[in-house]
């Protein structure tokens, strides 16, 4: 399809695994990766928000993968200003805590440097391989548009130079009427994609759909329209299947959007059972056969 890759918000996801997507035979991690990068060109590893990656398992991944294979990396909590477990944070920079979630604030900048140094050089072997494609940083419900926010944003692409970051916001402020073009202008300014994200609505953290391009790359992001958004249970916080109407309204909108772009990445992150696979394949289909004959 040109520049629209279509995939799916993780390949391991335990429902994923008993829904039976998988063949019988496949039954490795190894072979699991091997037949997801048969089926789609892009994945998007979620883990790597509640774990820091290990250098390891990028070169596993590069390795297990077609050339033209691309990983899209979701940043750890930590950096992204989420409340992050203290047991996640590499041993050695462990602090002594009674909390239960500690922030990038309670540590020293030391520290700060060495997670953020750690946490990109981890990701090194699937960059040399030319399978890294962006790094989403998927900011807090509290994260609201403010000069101290673009710093951060900022601070945060200049740190991940040469990868590539997009930034997905949580906060209405970002994207309401009022701060709409605003926030627009600056990423453009600066080059740094925004995520796109079809998601329920009327939530505190809720954004619009806002369909727009603010660099060569697009991403597109399928959350699902769970009426259960605020559960604790994440499967039925994404636990929406999408119908074939449905995804018939966005092939044309996903088209436009990839018009204006090098490359656009279509995520389908409704991941419980085999949702998000069979979604992924059934967009991948209608854009097809939507595409004008030459």
């Known amino acids: 399809m040109g520049n629209i890759l279509v995939g ?9 695994l008993e829904s039976g997507w998988y063949p019988g035979d496949v039954d490795t991690p190894e072979k699991r990766l091997r037949y997801y990068a048969e089926k789609f060109p892009v994945v998007e590893v979620d883990s790597t928000y509640y ?22 990396i979701k940043a750890f909590s930590l950096l992204t200003l989420h409340p992050t477990r203290p047991g996640a ?8 805590t009674d909390k239960t979630n500690i922030y990038l604030k309670d540590l020293a900048s030391t520290a700060v440097d060495a997670v953020w140094e750690r946490f990109l050089g981890a ?8 399978k890294l494609g962006v790094l989403l940083f998927q900011f807090p419900p509290w994260f609201s548009i403010s000069r101290q926010n673009k ?6 692409k200049e740190r991940c130079t040469p990868y590539q970051i997009c930034v997905e916001f949580r906060n ?6 009022r701060n709409r073009e605003e926030t627009l202008d600056f990423l453009r300014s600066y080059a740094v994609p925004l995520s796109c994200v079809d998601m329920p609505q009327g939530y505190r953290s809720s954004v619009p759909p806002v369909l727009a ?14 009426d259960k958004w605020t559960s604790h249970n994440i499967y039925e916080r994404f636990g929406y299947h999408y119908s074939e109407a449905e995804l018939h309204e966005w092939a044309p909108k ?3 959007l990839a018009d204006e772009v090098r490359t656009t990445h279509v995520i389908m992150n409704n991941c419980y059972r085999n949702y998000a696979q069979t979604n992924a394949e059934q967009l991948t289909q209608i854009l097809h056969a939507a595409r004008p004959r030459p």
């Open 8 to 16: 799916t918000a993780s390949w391991t996801d335990k429902t994923l």
């Open 51 to 72: 774990t820091p990656p290990t250098e390891r398992n990028s070169s596993l991944w590069a390795s297990r993968t077609p050339e033209n294979f691309t990983f899209n």
């Open 89 to 96: 944070l590499y041993k050695d920079l462990r602090i002594e």
């Open 123 to 130: 990701l090194e072997p699937l960059y040399d391989a030319g």
């Open 151 to 156: 710093e951060y944003i900022l601070r945060a």
């Open 172 to 177: 209405f402020s970002w994207l309401s009427d």
């Open 213 to 226: 391009t603010t660099a060569d790359l697009a991403v597109l992001r399928f959350h699902g329209h769970s």
């Open 254 to 256: 996903v088209r436009q």
